[in-house]
């Protein structure tokens, strides 16, 4: 029989001794087999039937590439060679040329009117500084000045030369410049980044730092422990015509009359506010671990002069070279300032225990929503230290054993925003106000909180930061009489500034006590415009004079600028919003909340009927 052809084609009668030689050779090699049948039969087999034995016909021979590792076909060789002379041209040359060609950075974008302002109210602070200055100080109308302060003092090797001139006058009063410090740094460690994308973070730090050393010398800062202050340099006694730096009218580096030094014994105002200079100081140059540690030293030797029993008693009192001027109502704002600023510098438990406790807010009031105590100024820390130790709850939330009072902290801020919603006339009170608003939003806007509440209505965030705006603006320019009290900001602003380095040219001569009057008294512009001072400001009525003898109006002062600096910081959009949220707590310890303490044990009462 024949089997049926299961691959389909036709049938073939294969020769039985055919099939005879396959059974003799199943044991060769197949491939030999194949290519003998191949030899023998292709001539008897069709074309599919050759398919079957020989499988596909045999394919052109390629030609190939050797490379070494790589075995290439030459057809594929030339492709690659072509794709990667297409790919050089498409992608390497226009990149080569994009190299080659001279670069044109993209501009920033413009800075807006806060930055600009900025800018130039820091210069005010190279213009008041006093001793030798750097040559990079950048005010041409300045030199070296008071290089004999202090010189006649034991205790202090080399004087107490440097630090700044408080106003318009050659007085260091050692309480403002104080606050000044604390003031910058503290802008600086909530905006380092917008400090840093306008080209002021070296800046302002030299600033500060020119500050601190000069605070570092007013007392014996490599002890534990001291006995006394150097709280002021210069001055003068009210109503007197003996040379002095009110009764003269002289550039400071043309001083020749005598600088007597102020030395208290007692002060805890003065020392307190400087424990918060050096300490929030030490924050700011934490990337300099040995001046930080010589800071946070000083600041706590001064801080314990401070909480000295014995040594109790405003720095001011019964002083008249301190008192007519700088006269200080209270300390218990300094302990509760200093305090906190000590705890974020060291994380030390013991200053946030007394920033805390209760008696530091009974004895200054600070509950008591009197129109002093919402005000921050030299004078009076309360708001500041307030907002600042709400920072605390808001941002890290300590709970117990600090959480009933820094409740009541944040409660009494709040209320003092709520204040703040109606205008302030005083120039450094307007500055300071729309720092603290602005940095209380920026403080709420960090933990996601959209506003709060003054009595029944919602104050949201952004009314706040529109109260804050329209603060600097008035100063600024936006005011009845469309002037800026910023020197050097807009095209109108004071030209007869209180201010002697200012108002006397800078001619090679040297002008007497009395010589320098003629300056004074002259309706003649300044012949140097201090860039940047923001002066006294208006009435109450929105009436202003550019008159230099008249101080109220037109005279800066180291206190109010800083303030000012602070307030633009905040505000300005340049580089962003919002806060540096963690560098303020660099030295805090990790915080675990203490569970509040068990109540007393239940007792049984005795009931008589």
Not at 115 to 140: D, E, H, M, R
Not at 217 to 238: D, E, M, Y
Not at 570 to 586: E, P
Request: charged share 20%.
């Amino acid at each position: 029989m024949h089997g049926g052809n299961h691959w389909g084609g036709s049938l073939e009668i294969v020769d039985q001794n055919d099939n005879q030689k396959s059974r003799e050779l199943s044991e060769w090699d197949k491939a030999s087999l194949h290519s003998q049948q191949h030899l023998h039969h292709h001539h008897h087999l069709d074309e599919t039937q050759q398919s079957w034995l020989l499988g596909p016909p045999e394919k052109k021979k390629k030609k190939y590439v050797d490379l070494g590792c790589i075995l290439l076909s030459r057809k594929a060789f030339k492709w690659t060679l072509l794709s990667i002379a297409i790919a050089f041209v498409v992608i390497a040359l226009p990149i080569i040329i994009v190299k080659t060609i001279p670069k044109h950075k993209a501009k920033p974008p413009p800075p807006d009117n806060y930055t600009v302002a900025l800018q130039k109210v820091l210069l005010f602070f190279n213009a008041q500084k006093s001793g030798k200055l750097p040559k990079s100080n950048g005010i041409s109308w300045r030199g070296n000045s008071g290089l004999n302060d202090g010189s006649d003092l034991s205790d202090v090797k080399g004087g107490l030369v440097g630090g700044y001139y408080d106003a318009g006058d050659n007085t260091k009063f050692h309480f403002p410049m104080s606050y000044a410090m604390t003031m910058l740094s503290w802008s600086l460690i909530e905006y380092s980044h917008k400090y840093e994308a306008i080209g002021e973070y070296d800046h302002v730090r030299d600033l500060i730092k020119w500050g601190t050393d000069y605070l570092l010398l007013t007392f014996n800062s490599t002890a534990t422990k001291i006995n006394q202050i150097h709280a002021q340099v210069g001055g003068s006694q009210n109503g007197t015509s003996i040379p002095d730096d009110h009764y003269c009218w002289t550039r400071p580096e043309d001083m020749d009359y005598a600088r007597p030094v102020q030395t208290i014994q007692a002060g805890p105002d003065l020392a307190g506010e400087m424990a918060a200079a050096l300490a929030a100081a030490s924050i700011v140059f934490r990337d300099n671990s040995a001046y930080s540690k010589k800071l946070i030293k000083g600041a706590k030797t001064v801080f314990d002069f401070a909480r000295d029993g014995g040594r109790r008693g405003t720095y001011s009192r019964g002083n008249p070279y301190i008192e007519p001027y700088y006269n200080s109502t209270g300390y218990y704002d300094e302990y509760m300032w200093g305090a906190a600023w000590l705890y974020y510098a060291t994380g030390n438990n013991s200053y946030i225990s007394l920033a805390t406790n209760p008696g530091l807010p009974k004895n200054s009031k600070a509950f008591f929503m009197k129109p002093d105590n919402i005000v921050l100024n030299w004078d009076n820390k309360l708001p500041a230290a307030m907002l600042l130790l709400t920072r605390f709850r808001i941002l890290l939330n300590p709970g117990y054993p600090y959480e009933d009072m820094l409740r009541m902290y944040h409660n009494t801020t709040t209320l003092t925003m709520c204040s703040y919603l109606q205008q302030f006339h005083p120039l450094q009170y307007m500055a300071n106000a729309a720092f603290l608003a602005s940095l209380f939003v920026d403080y709420l806007n960090a933990t996601d909180v959209p506003g709060f509440t003054c009595g029944p209505s919602f104050i949201s965030l952004d009314q706040l930061r529109n109260f804050s705006t329209s603060q600097v603006d008035y100063i600024l320019g936006k005011n009845p009489l469309k002037m800026s009290y910023v020197v050097g900001f807009g095209n109108k602003f004071p030209r007869h500034v209180h201010h002697r380095g200012a108002s006397i040219p800078k001619d090679n001569k040297k002008y007497s006590c009395t010589g320098g009057f003629k300056w004074r008294d002259t309706k003649n512009p300044n012949p140097h415009n201090i860039t940047g001072a923001m002066v006294g400001g208006p009435d109450k009525f929105d009436k202003f004079r550019d008159v230099r003898g008249n101080y109220s109006y037109t005279e800066p002062t180291l206190a109010g600028n800083a303030g000012l600096v602070a307030a633009l910081a905040s505000l300005t959009t340049t580089a962003g919003y919002g806060i540096d949220k963690n560098t303020m707590f660099t030295a805090v310890p990790p915080l675990y909340p203490q569970s509040p303490p068990p109540p007393a044990p239940w007792k049984a009462l005795n009931c008589y009927v």
